[in-house]
């Protein structure tokens, strides 16, 4: 009996084992059958265990406990139990302690500011120019010079005297006639030049700022200019001697600060500069002697112009006082004769009938007589010819004529006889023909 009660009770827990152990073996996957289908539920399980025909009466195939046991550790569930998470903690536990040295972080990379531009500049704050001196003090040796306009670098910024380096002179210079940094920045654009370089190919040069206006020229990348100001989104620029416009966008600016220059080198630049000087004084003088021989030349080889009666001139009073104010505004200085070589040839025009038939027509004709366009002639007009040049006139419409082959005059000094056929010189005019 009691050996059956035994048996009655192992078979119990037998099957209960059994129970769980299908249980969790469907959980892990292994009831999946070869083909891939899955495996029966747990209810159909327990009925297939049931037909296998164990014999609970049979210790030999009874299942131990600890065999059951080693096979529920042994499944392949990759899921986390009590068990298995209270492990991992020991585990952990148990470890060493991982110092901060052994943890690999990602460390972000420095934000790098970059320095400002002009932290270490400095610009004069003169009208002339600042000395550099040796030692920081009045004392000491001035060793070069930095023109308004110009400034460097500071090596080491003092409260009243700073150390700078600037072109080829190093020294010291006073902080109370100079800008640093900041201050240097703002004023600029108050002492030094601007210039531009273009950063794109064939870009317009306008004589106005507007598309508007005439394209002059095209530059290329690279290309410097010198800025003059700004008009909206146009820079005025200096383009070979000529003042014209760019498209700022397509600009990239640049104050230019002067470099100073050394006691030496100042000397250097003087001397060249009274050499330069020199030399074009020299030439000048060789010039001017040269044109004063050709003059003798001239005079020499100059027609003396036999003076002739021709019939007299019907003109209008108005042409008459014209004629003598014409006179008076090109030759008010030169002598009697030259005043009627100027009248006479206004008279050989007003035959030849190219400048027009009336006085005033050959006197107005574009580009003749410079007297009309700088506004001497209209100041005799109203102030009236002198006294000789009204006597020139009316001897010239007399018909009396001193030079009746020319047609052309000017100012002796500017002559160039090369191009004459055949002149007379009378003081200062050289009057001619082609």
Known sequence: MKANRQEKIIAGITAGLLGISAVLLIANGLGESSTGEKNE????????????GIDTGNEASILSLSSIDAYVVASPFEGIDENETELAEAETESQPETTAAEVETETPEPVVEEPYKYENTFIVNVNEYLNVRSTPSTDGEVLGKIYAGGGGEVIEKGEQWSKIVSGNVE??????YAWFAEDAEAHMSEVCTMYAV????????????????????????????????????????NYIG???????????TEYYIEAGVTIAEEQEAIRLEQERLAEEQRKAEEAEAARQQK?????ANSSLTETVQTSAYNVSEEDAYLLACTVCAEAGYESYEGKLAVANIILNRLNGGAYGRTIYDVVYARGQFAV????ALNRV?????????LQAAKDALAGINNVPQYTSFCALKAANFDLYSEYSIICNQVFYRR
């Open 171 to 176: 020294g010291y210079i006073n902080n109370d």
């Open 41 to 52: 539920t747990a209810a159909e399980q327990s009925t297939s265990v049931e037909a296998t």
């Open 381 to 389: 007009i109203n102030n009236g010819p002198n006294a000789e040049s």
């Open 295 to 299: 003059i003798q030349n001239a005079i």
């Open 242 to 252: 000529t003042e014209a416009y760019i498209y700022a966008e397509y600009l990239e």
């Open 372 to 375: 009309v366009t700088n506004g």
């Open 198 to 237: 273009s950063n794109v190919n064939s870009l317009r040069v306008r004589k106005g700022p507007g598309t508007d206006w005439k394209v002059i020229a095209t530059v290329n990348a690279g290309a410097e200019v010198q800025v003059l100001g700004f008009e909206g989104d146009w820079a005025k620029v």
